[in-house]
Antibody, heavy 125, light 107 residues
Framework: QVQLQESGPGLVKPSETLSLTCTVS????????WSWIRQPPGKGLEWIGY???????NYNPSLKSRVTISVDTSKNQFSLKLSSVTAADTAVYYC???????????????????WGKGTTVTVSS | EIVLTQSPATLSLSPGERATLSCRAS??????LAWYQQKPGQAPRLLIY???NRATGIPARFSGSGSGTDFTLTISSLEPEDFAVYYC?????????FGPGTKVDIK
């Protein structure tokens, strides 16, 4: 079955750029949307953005100016970059596959059906 | 942006009891609502999609209902492993939002 694994530095300095990669195994990255979600310590889930395997993206308006999500289909990976980080960006970062409903009449992608285990990123000098 | 509100914030129950969790959307999301379970130190797990469809491997004691703006997740008889935080989630205009969560803890 499809598995996701986040990777990247666990410590980032304030004002720098957070970079994470999600590797998809057990299936192809094609024909799906893929998302990043984060969870600050003791708080709820916040959607960061998504990317389609073709490269189209959309981001949470509250983070849009600082977020870039990209995809590398040859490596079955997608990545997150978050610039100008502050302590408020300290969180567990999850990658997830976006599942769909409506098949075969249509595809409505909206729920996260496969999640990575998450990676903790701390912003501190 | 559609805002999801969950109630109660905390539900204190004993094993074997029935749990009823509510999720309310600020605008209609039709039936496109999902529920997740999250245990401490773990990633969320998809429980329910399309308001009432159980995801693969989810026990029958979990059920979902509702449409439009009002949704309910019911756990018919709580097992020890069900004490966790539950989130609802939707997508509208290609923006995804989660509710703030309901914590089900042991009474």
């Amino acid at each position: 079955q499809v598995q996701l694994q986040e990777s990247g530095p666990g410590l980032v300095k304030p004002s720098e750029t957070l970079s994470l990669t999600c590797t998809v195994s057990g299936g192809s990255i094609s024909s799906y949307y893929w998302s990043w979600i984060r969870q600050p310590p003791g708080k709820g889930l916040e959607w960061i953005g998504y990317i389609y395997y073709s490269g189209s993206t959309n981001y949470n308006p509250s983070l849009k100016s600082r977020v870039t999500i990209s995809v590398d289909t040859s490596k079955n990976q997608f990545s997150l970059k978050l610039s100008s980080v502050t302590a408020a960006d300290t969180a567990v970062y999850y990658c997830a596959r976006v599942g769909y409903s409506g098949y075969p009449k249509y595809y409505y992608y909206y729920y996260m059906d496969v999640w990575g285990k998450g990676t903790t990123v701390t912003v501190s000098s | 942006e559609i805002v999801l509100t969950q109630s109660p914030a905390t539900l204190s129950l004993s094993p074997g009891e029935r749990a009823t969790l509510s999720c309310r959307a600020s605008q209609s999301v039709s039936s496109y609502l999902a529920w997740y379970q999250q245990k401490p130190g773990q990633a969320p797990r998809l429980l329910i999609y399309d308001a009432s469809n159980r995801a693969t491997g989810i026990p029958a004691r979990f059920s979902g209902s509702g449409s439009g703006t009002d949704f309910t997740l019911t756990i018919s008889s709580l097992e020890p492993e069900d004490f966790a935080v539950y989130y609802c989630q939707q997508r509208s205009n290609w923006l995804f939002t989660f509710g703030p969560g309901t914590k089900v803890d042991i009474k």
